[in-house]
């Protein structure tokens, strides 16, 4: 497995604002992910971030909403960008080493836009 | 696109009582099957996983899973719950890009 953190944890934000989280694993992996949990759904996968490219978006997810960077193999940013209340949600980043095909998740950051 | 079920969404068990919980997923192929745990304040964690061979996978503080590639399932037992295994438990499927079903949130009563 791996450690991973994410900062920051908790945060409560005002409409229209934005708001970058960061996640950092203590080990070089082949893959980052982010997700989003939103009050009393599953977990939905955003984008797949990619080291030193474009991360690549799913279905219903944008880069001018949500940008993302990986600029090395530990390290990844999410931007919750022009928030609204619907955003209030749990992010998460998740972690894969290529030779375990098993993701990793850190704690999550509990955002609520007011 | 894939699609992961689990039709109990909350279960509420008294301790020493069996435990299985469903999952279902709509995917022909080939697939990674995972069941997570997320115990109270805590984060997501791997509770077992399966990608081929015994189709019965055992995972960590007493759970199994089986795999039943004709039925599309992939549930999760346990012979005997304790209180410490109250948490929210989440079937995911998929090779990288996992999709999840909605959870079960379980309570086991002392």
């Known amino acids: 497995s791996a450690v991973i953190s994410q900062k920051p944890s908790r945060d409560i934000c005002q409409r229209g604002t934005s708001l970058t989280i960061q996640c950092q694993v203590d080990?070089?992996?082949?893959?980052m992910f982010w997700y989003r949990q939103q009050p009393g759904q599953s977990l939905t996968l955003i984008a797949t971030a990619n080291q030193g490219s474009e991360a690549t978006y799913e279905s219903g997810f944008v880069i001018d909403k949500f940008p993302i960077s990986r600029p090395n193999l530990t390290f990844s940013t999410l931007t919750v960008s022009n928030m609204s209340p619907e955003d209030s949600s749990i992010y998460l980043c998740?972690?894969?080493?290529?030779?375990?095909?098993?993701?990793?998740f850190g704690p999550g950051t509990r955002l609520t836009v007011l | 696109a894939q699609s992961v079920s689990q039709h109990n969404h909350h279960v509420i068990l008294s301790e020493a009582a069996s435990l299985e919980l469903g999952c279902n997923y709509s995917y022909g192929g080939t697939v990674n099957l995972f069941w997570y745990v997320q115990y109270p304040g805590q984060h997501l964690q791997l509770l077992l996983k399966?990608?081929?061979?015994?189709?019965l996978v055992k995972g960590i503080k007493g759970f199994e899973a089986e795999f039943i590639k004709s039925k599309f399932s992939f549930n999760l037992r346990k012979p005997s719950v304790q209180w410490s295994d109250t948490a929210e438990y989440f079937c995911?499927?998929?090779?990288?890009?996992?999709?999840f079903g909605t959870g079960t949130r379980l309570l086991v009563s002392p």
């Open positions: 080990s070089q992996v082949t893959m």
């Open positions: 995911a499927v998929g090779f990288q890009k996992l999709v």
């Open positions: 998740s972690v894969e080493h290529r030779t375990t095909d098993t993701q990793y």
């Open positions: 399966y990608f081929s061979g015994d189709p």
